[in-house]
């Protein structure tokens, strides 16, 4: 039987002033009365904001609240592949798709409705749509409701959901611009953060 070699450590004793982890507790709160203030003579990040009298500009790239988009003529861009259904992690998902009068549309959703409330805000749906029918770029953040059902958003509720405004989106070091923000998207008005 092959000897296993075993490597003992011996443990540290700690000291009594070790024991009491009277140093690093204080070492935790200077930090903290350091960063407070800082913010408090507004020389601080100041990341705090009086919420909800003062909603937070979200950076570019932040994946807020889904939104359907739309041609130039307003009907949903969206031609029902079922690509972003099919790649949800979170099967959230649900398409009922119907034939488009146009033969060259093929198909458009009937129903097209996400369950807030499942999702995992992974951006896979958005990232997965070959005609940026989808997106997350509305910056809101606050979504609330009482009850279970109100959290699944319909086509409608898609369609009015508006992106956030790009030239007030705090950017991100190192992100490329907004998709929404170049041209061949309809210009919608800027997200309201309700
Ligand atoms: S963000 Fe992710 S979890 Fe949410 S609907 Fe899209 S693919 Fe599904
Ligand atoms: S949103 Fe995009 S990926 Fe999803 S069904 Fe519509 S066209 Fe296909």
Same mark, same amino acid.
Not at 113 to 141: F, K, N, T, W
């Given at each position: ?7 003992? @450590? ?20 200077? @930090?903290?009365? *350091? ?5 408090? @003579? ?33 009907? %949903? ?9 099919? %790649? $949800?992690?979170?099967? $959230? ?5 119907? =034939?488009?009068?146009?033969? !060259?549309? =093929? ?5 097209? !409705? ?5 999702? %995992? ?5 958005? =990232?997965?749509?070959? $005609? ?15 009850? *279970?059902?109100?959290?699944? @958003? &319909? ?9 956030? &405004? ?19 998207? *309809? ?8």
């Amino acid at each position: 039987m092959k000897q296993v070699k075993v490597k003992t @450590i011996k443990r540290e004793k700690m000291s009594f002033w070790e024991r009491t982890y009277l140093l690093p507790i204080f070492q935790g709160m200077g @930090i903290t009365f *350091r960063h407070f203030i800082r913010n408090l @003579i507004g020389k601080g990040p100041n990341i705090s904001v009086s919420y909800p009298d003062e909603k937070k500009t979200m950076p570019t790239g932040y994946r807020g609240k889904h939104r359907l988009t739309q041609r130039d003529d307003g009907t %949903v861009k969206c031609v029902a592949c079922m690509m972003c259904a099919t %790649v $949800c992690p979170a099967h $959230c998902i649900h398409i009922e798709a119907a =034939e488009h009068d146009n033969p !060259e549309i =093929e198909k458009y959703p009937e129903k097209f !409705e996400i369950d807030l409330l499942r999702c %995992v805000y992974c951006g896979y749906c958005v =990232e997965a749509c070959p $005609c940026d029918a989808i997106r997350m770029d509305s910056g809101i953040y606050t979504i609330f409701a009482t009850k *279970r059902e109100d959290f699944i @958003i &319909d086509k409608e509720g898609l369609l009015n959901v508006k992106p956030q &405004d790009p030239s007030t989106a705090r950017p991100l070091q190192g992100m490329p611009p907004l998709p929404g923000s170049e041209a061949g998207s *309809r210009d919608l008005p800027m997200a309201d953060h309700a």
